[in-house]
């Protein structure tokens, strides 16, 4: 299992730029795939980005060209570059794992508000 510590949210206006991190620990040798979802009030979960063990990633439209996720395999952290950032994008932040066990593990989350 894997353990999950994101930081890194805050207040910014649009425009603005935050850098997320998640600090990983636990079975870490066990990840396939690491990623950051988000929710906004009434709103489901949603998919923002995933990077794999080999680094391959994925966006959803919606960040595409403004968020940069990536990783530090030396210091087991994961990092979510947000640029640009648009009131729409304000919402709780979470780090997530899938390991090679289909297991997944969550984060606490980190708010990230916009304001216009």
């Known amino acids: 299992q894997v353990q999950l510590v994101e930081s890194g949210g805050g207040l910014v206006q649009a425009g603005g730029s935050l850098r997320l991190s998640c600090v990983a620990s636990?079975?870490?040798?066990?990840?396939?795939?690491m990623g950051w979802y988000r929710q906004a009030p009434g709103k489901q979960r949603e998919l923002v980005a995933t990077?794999?063990?080999?680094?391959?990633?994925n966006y959803a439209d919606s960040v595409k060209g403004r968020f940069t996720i990536s990783r530090d395999n030396v210091k087991n952290t994961m990092y979510l570059q947000m640029n640009s950032l648009k009131p729409e994008d304000t919402a709780v932040y979470y780090c997530?794992?899938?390991?090679?066990?289909?297991?997944?593990?969550w984060g606490q989350g980190t708010q990230v508000t916009v304001s216009s």
């Open positions: 990077i794999t063990s080999e680094s391959t990633t």
């Open positions: 997530h794992v899938l390991d090679r066990d289909f297991f997944n593990s």
């Open positions: 636990g079975s870490i040798f066990n990840v396939f795939r």
